[in-house]
C-alpha cells in the first residue's frame, strides 16, 4: 500500500541553525500539507501546498519556514534559524482527492532544538 | 469555544466492553469530519470518515449530527489493540487544512 515516507526520522539541531525536513508523499496525490504536534499537546496546521504554491499557511508559519517541492517527488520544509519552541514532531501529509480530502500522515520527524 | 472539543480521558474499559467517544465543533458551515487514530508518538492514522447518514466499518461506528454540531465514535466489542487517542478532525468551509481535536485517549483493560 502506498505510504508518505518522511526523513529523518529524528533530527537534534542547535537553537539557530536551519534544518530542512524532507517528505515523500504518496505518488499520485495533489495536495500536500505540513503539521506539527508539541508534545502533550494537538496536532496543529501549518501549511498546504498545491500546483506548486502554498494555498493556506496558519500564523504558526512565519517567515522562518519555507516549503518547497524541489522535484517530482520530495516536498520539503525548511525552518531557517529554528528555535527551542520548534521543538515539535513534525508530520507531512497528502491527499489526492479535492472532495473528502482524506489526508494520509507520514511517520513523522521529531526536531528536538538545543 | 474552540474550534473542536473533545474529552480527554482517558476511558479505561474492559475488553468486550463497547465505548462512545463524542466531539463538538463551533463552526456551523463545517464541511467534513474525519475520526483519526494515534498511538504514542506515531503519526495520525485514517479511522473513518463520517458521512451524514452515518457510517460502519466493523465494529466502528461513525455519526453526524448537523444540528447539534457534534460527531460520535462507537466502538463495539473492545479490543486490547483499541488502545490510543482518537482523534477528531473538521474541515472548515473554503479551506483543506485539518483542526484536531486533543484527542480522547482510550485504554483497553484485559
Known amino acids: 500500500e502506498p505510504e508518505v515516507t518522511q526523513t529523518p526520522s529524528h533530527q537534534v539541531t542547535q537553537m539557530g541553525q536551519e534544518v530542512i525536513l524532507r517528505c515523500v508523499p504518496i505518488s499520485n496525490h495533489l495536495y500536500f500539507y505540513w503539521y506539527r504536534q508539541i508534545l502533550g499537546q494537538k496536532v496543529e496546521f501549518l501549511v498546504s501546498?498545491?500546483?506548486?504554491?502554498?494555498?493556506?499557511k496558519s500564523e504558526i508559519f512565519d517567515d522562518q519556514f519555507s516549503v518547497e517541492r524541489p522535484d517530482g517527488s520530495n516536498f520539503t520544509l525548511k525552518i531557517r534559524s529554528t528555535k527551542l519552541e520548534d521543538s515539535a514532531m513534525y508530520f507531512c501529509?497528502?491527499?489526492?482527492?479535492?472532495?473528502?480530502?482524506?489526508?494520509?500522515f507520514g511517520p513523522g520527524t521529531r526536531l528536538t532544538v538545543l | 469555544r474552540k474550534e473542536v472539543e473533545q474529552d480527554p480521558g482517558p476511558f479505561n474499559v474492559p475488553e468486550g466492553a463497547t465505548v462512545a467517544f463524542n466531539c463538538t465543533y463551533s463552526n456551523s458551515a463545517s464541511q467534513s469530519f474525519f475520526w483519526y487514530r494515534q498511538d504514542c508518538r506515531k503519526e495520525p492514522k485514517l479511522l473513518m470518515s463520517?458521512?451524514?447518514s452515518g457510517n460502519e466499518d466493523g465494529r466502528f461506528t461513525a455519526q453526524l449530527n448537523r444540528a447539534s454540531q457534534y460527531i460520535s465514535l462507537l466502538i463495539r466489542d473492545s479490543k486490547l489493540s483499541d488502545s490510543a487517542t482518537y482523534l477528531c478532525v473538521v474541515i472548515g468551509p473554503g479551506t483543506y487544512k485539518y483542526i484536531f481535536g486533543t484527542g480522547t485517549r482510550l485504554k483497553v483493560l484485559a
Open positions: 501546498f498545491y500546483n506548486n504554491e502554498i494555498s493556506e
Open positions: 501529509a497528502s491527499s489526492g482527492q479535492v472532495f473528502h480530502n482524506e489526508q494520509f
Open positions: 463520517v458521512y451524514s
